[in-house]
């Protein structure tokens, strides 16, 4: 099942959808080519570094080229690409970026039924020359802008999950779009996540499961109002999918990151105990988490503050993964149970923590969150 052309936001789903499917393919190709067990035990960070500036400058060229006026919030710039020391990396990434835009509309049916519904065709977007070093760096710059609650504007993380992505494990590619500072579209492509929620996943050091298992690669579309989906990245039918439903908040199971410096692990199983949740955690890097919830694989996410809680969550963590959860059922809100607020800059300084489940028990969890905070001395939060 796909979009109809008619339907709200058709072009900014199928440019979203063709942006996300050739930023993956590259950061599968840096990942393939550049990362080794030797780089990350020498805690070499060079591949997220060429894949995130490669990724961003594909993305960002994409979306210039049909949507010229957009602002575009997201996480990199090229101030220290512009670097004279900075120059084989520059060369590397340009190579890269070039690649990925060069497939024809032929070879990118997303492309190509945007155009058709846009009646233009775009240098860019068709690849039909290569841009240069000044266009690219254009390109990267464009993710500059601040964001906020009038007009368009989308959002994006190149590589959400450095080192999901450096230790072989789970990374995401996101991208949402916002209208007046509301989500409107959300597309995430999880390179490493099987298309099948019962699969295994590849083992955090399992390098070179890309090359063995033909099961990982996973695209997940959100429009609101639409529903949520999820195909494989490199094409295919798509499929609907929703969080699962539970009877009792006792069979489910949490959806946690794997750095503990990303939520509070010691706060998430009290919680879990105030619930009666005794499965053992899922644990994965990345917005891949909102894509596992939206599908039935965990049921509970938490990112609760750190320490004094003064970590302020940015847009492009968030924005892709929210709508995925909320056209899946769900419900995602902050740990006092408020809507998150993408329309106030290029944080979410509004919101402390994310809380995301299903949207019939979400009241208890955010009841439970708030018990565990209390008894902890940081009920303030």
Not at 6 to 30: F, G, H, N, Q, W
Not at 75 to 89: A, I, R, T, V
Not at 102 to 107: Q, T
Not at 269 to 284: D, F, H, K, Q, Y
């Amino acid at each position: 099942m796909s979009s109809s052309s008619s339907a709200p936001y058709a072009l900014e789903r199928a440019i979203a959808i063709s942006a996300v499917e050739r930023a993956c393919s590259l950061t599968d190709k840096v990942f393939r080519n550049l990362v080794t067990a030797d780089t990350v035990t020498k805690k070499d960070k060079s591949p997220v570094t060429v894949g995130d500036y490669s990724a961003q400058a594909v993305v960002n060229a994409i979306l210039g080229s049909h949507f010229p006026d957009d602002p575009i919030v997201g996480e990199e710039d090229s101030k220290d690409l512009q670097k004279p020391e900075s120059e084989s990396l520059r060369n590397q990434i340009f190579a890269l970026a070039n690649e990925a835009l060069k497939n024809s509309a032929a070879e990118c049916p997303a492309v190509a039924e945007a155009e058709a519904s846009a009646s233009k065709s775009s240098a860019l977007a068709g690849g039909d020359r290569e841009l240069t070093e000044q266009e690219l760096l254009a390109a990267i710059d464009r993710g500059c802008a601040e964001g906020g609650d009038k007009g368009r504007c989308w959002a994006l993380d190149p590589i959400d999950g450095t080192k999901g992505f450096l230790r072989g494990g789970q990374y995401a590619v996101c991208l949402g779009f916002m209208v007046d500072g509301k989500v409107q579209v959300g597309v995430m492509g999880c390179p490493n996540l099987p298309h099948d929620a019962s699969s295994p996943k590849p083992k955090e050091g399992e390098f070179g499961a890309g090359d063995k298992r033909k099961d990982l690669g996973t695209l997940f579309i959100a429009v609101r109002g639409q529903g949520a989906f999820q195909r494989r990245i490199e094409g295919g039918e798509e499929q609907k999918i929703s969080m699962r439903s539970i009877q009792s908040l006792s069979e489910a199971s949490f959806c946690e990151s794997v750095e503990a410096g990303h939520s509070s692990h010691g706060t998430n199983a009290r919680i879990a105990e105030l619930l009666g949740i005794t499965a053992p955690s899922v644990r994965m890097d990345s917005q891949a988490k909102y894509a596992s919830l939206s599908r039935g694989d965990g049921d509970v996410y938490l990112r609760l503050p750190v320490g004094d809680g003064s970590y302020i969550e940015k847009i492009w963590d968030h924005a892709a993964g929210s709508l995925l959860v909320e056209e899946a059922g769900g419900r995602v809100s902050d740990i006092r149970g408020k809507e998150l607020n993408f329309g106030v800059g290029r944080t979410l300084r509004d919101n402390r923590g994310v809380v995301a489940s299903h949207k019939d028990v979400h009241a208890k969890v955010i009841d439970a969150v708030r018990k565990a905070l209390d008894e902890e001395g940081r009920g303030h939060l």
